[in-house]
């Protein structure tokens, strides 16, 4: 039997694990820096990486959505984020609000969303597990249009992903 001590823990963890951040901008939706701003997309994505996008887009055309594009400077943010989790061997949003500011400045981004999560062995189990999670599934089905992800590895082995998402 598990101590309350241990199930606190637990709830905790899950908590943690499945925690979602969204942010949309005040600026007008008709700003000419969403014109200005070029979008990349020449980053070399892992095959979890990869295959978590296309499980996000398969699942959004599967409810009638618009597939989403991948963009350099949101896998970018992703990917800071994602190490700042795996060097610190913690999973949340931490500093959202610096990434948030980042994509409003450096692409337009009007709306921003964020999903992480931590400890899964494929990009199916963890697209999964966000779609089952109220919060996460929101901002997979939310008004966005552009998207990045990032995944790494702790000392340890365990997987930490950060999926963010923009609308321009």
């Not at 055309?61 to 963009?71: D, H, Q, T």
């Not at 984020?81 to 500011?101: A, G, I, K, L, P």
Request: charged share 20%; glycine share 6%; proline share 1%.
């Amino acid at each position: 039997m598990l101590t309350s001590t241990k199930q606190f823990c637990i709830v905790l963890m899950c908590f943690f694990a499945f925690a979602s951040c969204s942010k949309d901008s005040s600026i007008p939706e008709n700003s000419n820096l969403t014109k200005a701003v070029e979008l990349g997309n020449s980053i070399a994505y892992t095959a979890i990486e990869t295959d978590i996008l296309k499980g996000v887009n398969k699942y959004r055309e599967s409810i009638g959505l618009s597939s989403l594009a991948k963009v350099d400077e949101v896998t970018y943010q992703a990917d800071d984020h994602t190490e700042y989790m795996t060097t610190n061997e913690v999973v949340n949003h931490e500093n959202f609000n610096v990434r948030y500011s980042n994509l409003v400045s450096n692409v337009g981004a009007k709306a921003v969303a964020e999903n992480v999560a931590f400890g899964y062995g494929s990009a199916d189990a963890v697209v999964k597990a966000w779609i089952a999670s109220e919060g996460h599934r929101v901002n997979i089905e939310g008004n966005f249009t552009h998207f990045g992800i990032a995944v790494d590895k702790d000392k340890n082995g365990k997987n930490y992903f950060t999926n963010i998402f923009i609308r321009r």
